[in-house]
């Protein structure tokens, strides 16, 4: 799943625009309801892994270790990336979002209301003592560091709630897997029950198939020699006989056979070696070598003199 510049973004209140990086879903199903899910997309839910191909999710959405590959023109994502960023929850997790917010906010609040109440007691005050005015500055440099402590306090708290907040996402993807872990031993449990009923099946019907072929006989069969314990052949039955024979003769032609097909490969391997020094040879060599070789299978002709 690499970054196209096609669809919008299927995310509600996502401002991304259509010429932004934006990744298909995917084509497993398990990994289409995470993301639709993750995306709180309530009107998507109902549909198939085919439908929501349709549908893309911009890279504003993903975390930068969901991706495979740094480079910015074709980045991948990985087989477990899932959705997290930039979401308008109604869950637990917005209401984390919002508490951060509102921490952000108060210290600035605070500020403004005290610069409004300086500004307010300069412009009622009147022409006061040098004693009078040293006591306000002090009092508005204890009100200033109480200001700080209380942003030291505020950056605290907001850090811990984003540690809290990444607890909670490792939570739900990890919850996510064992879900997945035990779908498939689900399936998996589910296919050995199967090959397990079709192997009882087999042997009921090798039993019954047995049953059927085997003549019934009113006479007790006579108890034949096992063939393991038989040294000799003069101690065989006919066609115990018979088949030994048949069998030390396969034995010759197998063993005869393959004397055939080591020479033929040898006469190959001689073949292509002849082949590569002909093809070495330049065409002059060439056409003296082919000359030769029709002029051996002729006779010399012409008179025989003899002094």
Request: glycine share 0%; proline share 4%.
């Amino acid at each position: 799943m690499y970054e196209k510049m096609v669809i919008a973004c299927c995310v509600p209140q996502c401002k991304s625009g259509k010429k932004v990086p934006s990744h298909k879903f995917p084509k497993d199903p398990i990994r289409c309801q995470k993301w639709v899910k993750s995306l709180n997309l309530h009107h998507l839910e109902n549909l198939c892994a085919n439908e929501l191909q349709k549908y893309q999710v911009c890279h504003k959405h993903f975390r930068e270790e969901d991706y495979s590959c740094s480079s910015l023109r074709n980045r991948f994502l990985t087989n477990t990336a899932i959705p997290l960023l930039n979401i308008n929850n109604n869950d637990d997790s917005a209401d984390v979002v919002d508490i951060l917010s509102n921490v952000q906010q108060q210290p600035l609040q605070l500020l403004e209301k005290n610069e409004s109440e300086q500004q307010n007691t300069v412009s009622q005050s009147m022409p006061i003592d040098v004693s009078d005015i040293q006591k306000q500055i002090h009092q508005q440099s204890e009100q200033i560091s109480k200001q700080q402590h209380l942003l030291e306090t505020f950056n605290v708290q907001h850090k811990i709630l984003q540690k809290e907040v990444f607890k909670m996402q490792q939570k739900i993807y990890e919850k996510d897997i064992e879900e997945k872990n035990k779908l498939q031993q689900s399936h998996c449990q589910e296919k050995e029950s199967v090959i397990q009923n079709c192997a009882n099946r087999l042997t009921r019907l090798e039993e019954e198939m047995r049953i059927i072929i085997t003549p019934k006989r009113n006479k007790v069969l006579q108890r034949r020699p096992i063939l393991r314990n038989v040294t000799r052949t003069a101690n065989l039955t006919p066609t115990a006989k018979i088949l030994y024979n048949s069998n030390v003769r396969l034995k010759r032609t197998n063993t005869r056979l393959k004397r055939l097909i080591q020479r033929r490969k040898k006469c190959q391997e001689k073949e292509t070696s002849m082949h590569k020094k002909v093809n070495s040879t330049g065409a002059v060599q060439q056409q003296f070598i082919n000359m030769l070789q029709r002029n051996s299978t002729v006779r010399p002709q012409g008179r025989r003199y003899t002094v």
